[in-house]
């Protein structure tokens, strides 16, 4: 099947290492489209909980996908969360396609896009980690549980549920801190003239046009591959929530070049696209100096 083009692609909070992580389906995904720029908005890997016992083949060909989509031409941005923040050390380093930063602004179509994870908003996280820590081991288990739960409602031929969902629902608590995080990514955007803003963290898929006294911005969310199995896509200078539980497309498969190749060939093929483009464009210089100057060029003696 055909893969979708579409201009920028969005994901976040995917969890990698964790028991909640939808790995396959995240392929699958993955291997549907071809997006010339692909954001990955934080907590892809989830270091916080990460343990030799438990990291499975899935999760490792999720990595391997997103490295060979660069070595491919794909522009990628690794956008650090808090569960992968031991990466934020890493920022600003490029390595071919691939790119670590804290945030990132693009220019699409004339308007200003600020993406960021948005854990400096939650006070949990940056006043007590701890705390933080050991509510995502708490999340990872109701995740286990719920997927036990479903897996009965599945065989009773009764539709699934979602425990963490309708927990956050019911507390007041949760709604309002969703609301304020909303309200505060969009204050700031608006301050700095983006149009839009565009997060992860709260695995809340979304996109809205928020209006306030200072004055407009679209928020949007990018959701979570835990629960929602979403992403953000933009493409004829609009945005929409992709949602593939909803998706009818056929199954994709891994990409045969990725069963072959193991991790450190592709690392070595992002880079290698890069070099050549690069002596290209010294021949291209080299062969224009020598046109000016009366001599043939340098490429067409070699030919």
């Not at 071809?34 to 916080?48: A, S, Y």
């Not at 835990?226 to 497309?249: C, G, H, M, P």
């Amino acid at each position: 099947m055909k893969k979708r083009k579409i201009e920028v692609a969005v994901i976040s909070d995917v969890h990698l290492g964790t028991y909640g992580c939808h790995a396959d389906e995240l392929i699958a995904y993955l291997n549907s489209i071809q997006p010339k720029r692909l954001v990955l908005n934080g907590d892809i890997i989830d270091i916080w909980q990460f343990s030799k016992r438990y990291f499975p083949s899935s999760h490792m060909k999720v990595l391997r996908k997103i490295i060979g989509m660069a070595s491919k031409g794909t522009e990628v941005f690794y956008i650090t969360g808090n569960h992968d923040e031991m990466l934020r050390k890493f920022s600003g380093t490029s390595m071919g396609n691939l790119h670590i930063l804290d945030k990132l602004v693009l220019k699409l179509d004339g308007k200003k896009a600020w993406f960021f994870h948005g854990d400096i908003f939650d006070s949990s996280v940056t006043n007590a980690k701890w705390l933080a820590k050991l509510g995502g081991r708490g999340y990872d288990l109701l995740i286990l549980i719920n997927r036990a739960a479903n897996w009965c409602l599945s065989k009773l031929g009764k539709e699934r549920y979602s425990l963490s969902k309708k927990i956050k629902d019911s507390v007041k608590g949760a709604l309002k801190y969703i609301s304020n995080f909303e309200k505060s990514a969009v204050d700031i955007a608006i301050e700095n003239g983006y149009n839009y803003v565009i997060c992860g963290h709260i695995h809340q898929p979304k996109k809205e046009l928020l209006i306030t006294k200072k004055g407009k911005c679209t928020y949007l969310n990018s959701g979570d591959w835990v629960e929602n199995l979403t992403a953000l896509e933009y493409s004829f200078k609009r945005w929409k929530i992709y949602r593939y539980n909803q998706d009818k497309l056929l199954p994709f498969f891994i990409d045969e070049d990725l069963k072959e190749m193991d991790i450190h060939e592709l690392v070595a093929s992002i880079t290698a696209k890069k070099e050549q483009e690069k002596a290209k464009g010294k021949q291209a210089e080299k062969d224009q100096k020598n046109t000016k100057g009366g001599k043939a060029p340098l490429s067409e003696g070699l030919l």
